[in-house]
């Protein structure tokens, strides 16, 4: 699935998701549901420095961060990543955290799967056996 | 007074102070940090290392 319909079903999905933003694995912006890209870049490097900030003072012991919830009074900040892909939305004050959490990840493993929008191709096997087919006409 | 008045009193005080008490700790700004190995950190407002990261989220919102 693309990124931007990974986010449209993410906003369908939960009520309480305001803003989404997904990254790449360099920290670039791969999809946004605002419209605005100066807002976009600014939560998505909000994003990067929350990771960063939490990496640096808090990774100990071999094990890493793969999500953060920043609750504030005036709304929260949730990031979460995996496979490289990284995903950041905000929502409202007082979110329930575990379901958002979970919308997430589910979102960014919508994103890992491949596409299946085009038809089976047929096999080789099959391709090979219509040629040799022509060829005995033409003999 | 009875112990039956004293018990109804307390919870008819007790009650709401409890309640309005969980209510604010809920409201309390904080960082959940989640880790590959399931473990979880909570970093308290005041929190040296929350208030920068509560910083960056601010500027988020």
């Known amino acids: ?139 | 007074m009875s112990m039956r008045k004293l018990l109804v009193l307390l919870l008819f005080v007790g009650g709401p102070v409890l309640y309005l008490s969980r209510r604010r700790d809920e409201r309390r700004e904080r960082v959940h940090l989640y880790y590959d190995d399931g473990s979880m950190v909570t970093l308290e407002d005041g929190a040296p290392e929350a208030e920068r990261l509560l910083a960056v989220a601010r500027s988020a919102l």
């Open chain 1, 1 to 139: 699935m693309d990124a931007a319909s990974a986010l449209a079903d993410l906003t369908e999905i939960s009520s309480q998701v305001e803003a989404a933003v997904v990254l790449d694995d360099a920290g670039a912006v791969v999809a946004s549901t605002i419209d605005d890209a100066e807002r976009s870049a600014r939560l998505a490097r909000a994003a990067l420095d929350l990771l960063d900030a939490a990496g640096k003072r808090l990774e100990q012991g071999g094990r890493s961060l793969t999500q953060l919830e920043a609750a504030l009074r005036e709304g929260s900040v949730f990031v979460a990543r995996e496979e490289g892909r990284s995903i950041v939305a905000t929502t409202s004050a007082e979110p329930t955290s575990g379901l958002v959490f979970y919308d997430l990840k589910t979102c960014l493993r919508s994103l890992a799967q491949p596409e299946q929008s085009e038809p089976a191709r047929p096999k080789r096997r099959t391709a090979k056996t219509k040629v040799s087919e022509i060829g005995d006409v033409d003999a």
